[in-house]
């Protein structure tokens, strides 16, 4: 295929997963990151700044936006971010993808869909809105095409910077107690990592996706206590599984950042955080979805590898 689909943020969890659904669907693609090059579709790109985001974006016909500042610093340098990466896409003449999240919605009561108000009050889900809307104004003024897809808390191959991640499986690999954040006994909606970058693929083939934001599609939600069991069938051993209620994330918060900055979104472990995706499902069916049990097998496995290969080479 001649069209050429750019990732930004190439080397996180969710950039990966992105370059790896476009090569395995047979797109041509570049990936972006601040990395040196190491494969033949890298390119290093500061996309923090005007020259580099249009160098990034030069020729491209879809780019997914996947960088992020460093989860503390979002209020302060996610709106630059956006409007220079807006300004990449819109000199491509390109169509952008935004990897989004939930965050947008505050406390809700029930299922959320993506007519929900934007009513959180935190500073993170306050400018997850401003960066929406950024977006969004800028289809509307016809600057860009654009869409967005959203995402629960995610895990899969790739997956150590997120609350299921080495926590969880790392720490179940090693006969450690496994952590769910939150209470185990919430349903609560997950997303696997290829099944996000699957559904952002499908937004970004579709012109039909544009000019709104989506629910990715994902399994059935899960309470943290079905989940680690899941966890633990795979993994063998003695199951020791642990809930990280408010008041053991603010004493662990004491020393650990990631940890501290999670209070604000407390409301999304202390009852049912649910996503409703049917709105993608009905707009781009057929949709397949990853089993929990099988997004957990691989899981699993990459950071058995992952294990190993550390283990060789200390």
Known sequence: MSDLHTVLGATGAIGAAVVAELTARGHRVRAVSRHPATGPHDVRADVTT????????????????????????????????????????????????????????????????????????????????????LILDA??????????????????????????????????????????????????????????????VRLGEHPEADGRAWHLPAAEPVTGRAFLDLVWAEAGGKPRSAGLGKGAQRVIGLFNPTVRELAETAYQRDRPFIADDSAFRGAFAPVEVTSHAEGVRATLEWFRGKASANGASS
């Open 139 to 200: 289809h509307r003024s016809g600057r860009v095409r654009a869409t967005l897809g959203r995402a629960s808390d995610y895990y899969g191959p790739g997956g150590v910077n997120t609350v299921l991640g080495p926590t969880v499986f790392a720490a179940a690999l090693a006969g450690r107690t496994a952590r769910w954040v939150g209470d185990l006994d919430q349903p609560h909606t997950v997303s696997y990592l290829p099944d996000i970058a699957a559904g952002l």
């Open 50 to 133: 005007t020259e580099g985001a249009l160098g990034a974006c030069e020729g491209s016909t879809v780019v997914y936006q996947c960088a992020q500042p460093p989860y503390a610093r979002w209020a302060e340098e996610f709106p630059d971010l956006t409007r220079t990466v807006l300004t990449g896409v819109e000199a491509a003449g390109a169509k952008l993808v935004m990897a989004d999240n939930l965050y947008v919605y505050g406390p809700v009561e029930g299922p959320m869909t993506e007519d929900l108000p934007h009513a959180a009050t935190g500073p993170k889900g306050r400018v997850r809105a401003e960066v929406d809307k």
